[in-house]
């Protein structure tokens, strides 16, 4: 496997992290997951954007130009011929002495990116997943894109050790997102998901199904579910990079719909084939 590391394209093995790079004791970067599609990196500019917005948001400065980043992730999934998979990028606030406050404006971020292997989620997207209800007691900067997913981990085990696939993260009640992935509920033939603040990842699969409604004639409102309302959703699916649109068919012990994919879930579902 290729890696890129910083600018340099080098084998696994080669590549040396510090035990103080800032990622590694505090966290401290972000990251994004692409996909790709017969060797085509599906919504790279949009998966950029957000990149860089994180990187804004966290101040730190990337070391390349965007177009450069862009150049060598192309670079990187042609080393690797990659046909179908994923790619992970993610970039730190760089190597320094560790002490919490930034380093020198002379300490350089590192750059990672690496080849992940397809994942085959076409069980789930075929019949649907149920989900768990967690407290999102993640901070309050969700909208970053940010190394720190202890809490993501421990709600998608709470879920896992519950026979459930995937969690449901509610703040005093209001449903937010998942650990992973985006959520939206359909009520009377339209598309409810939460709106894209500082609660929630706004999900570059998320932007793609609000393009698909505005252009198919279908209603996607942002407006906030509570979870006393689960019980009136008449379908429900989660969305990400690597699931794309995955249908809900249960959440704790409510049945959602028939208790299988809705008719507009597999609506977006063809659509999303479609875009791909
Ligand atoms: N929310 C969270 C918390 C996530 O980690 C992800 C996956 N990166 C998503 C939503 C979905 O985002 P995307 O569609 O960009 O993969």
């Given amino acids: 496997m290729k890696v890129l590391y910083n600018n340099q394209f080098k084998n696994r093995d080669e590549v040396v992290i510090d035990i103080e790079d800032r990622g590694y004791q505090f966290g401290d970067g972000i990251y994004e997951v692409m996909r790709v599609y017969n060797r085509n990196v599906f919504t790279l500019d ?8 994180s990187a804004a948001e966290l101040k730190i400065q990337l070391p390349y130009s965007v177009e450069d980043i862009k150049t060598m992730l192309l670079e990187l999934v042609e080393q690797n011929h990659l046909e179908e998979g994923s790619i992970y990028v993610q970039i730190t606030r760089g190597t320094s002495m560790r002490n919490h406050s930034f380093p020198a404006q002379s300490v350089s971020p590192v750059l990672i990116a690496y080849p992940l292997p397809k994942k085959n989620p076409s069980q789930e997207q075929q019949q649907g997943i149920k989900m768990k209800l967690v407290e999102d007691m993640r901070w309050l900067r969700c909208d970053i894109k940010s190394l720190n997913l202890l809490y993501n981990v421990m709600a998608k ?8 696939y995937e969690a449901l993260l509610h703040r005093n009640g209001t449903i937010t997102e998942g650990s992973s992935t985006n959520f939206f509920a359909v009520k009377d033939g339209k598309l409810y998901t939460h709106p894209a603040n500082n609660l929630i990842l ?3 699969t998320r932007l793609e199904i609000r393009k698909l409604c505005e252009a198919n004639d279908m209603t996607m409102i942002e407006k906030e579910l509570t979870i006393n309302g689960i019980e009136s959703f008449d379908e429900a699916f989660i969305t990400s990079t690597t699931l794309e649109i995955v249908p809900v068919t249960q959440i704790d012990d409510t049945v959602i719909g028939q208790g299988e994919p809705g008719e507009m879930t597999k609506r977006l579902q063809m659509l999303f084939q479609a875009l791909i």
């Fill in 46 to 53: 949009e998966h950029l954007a957000r990149f860089v917005r």
């Fill in 202 to 204: 706004n999900g570059i």
């Fill in 157 to 164: 085990q709470e879920a896992l050790d519950h026979q459930c």
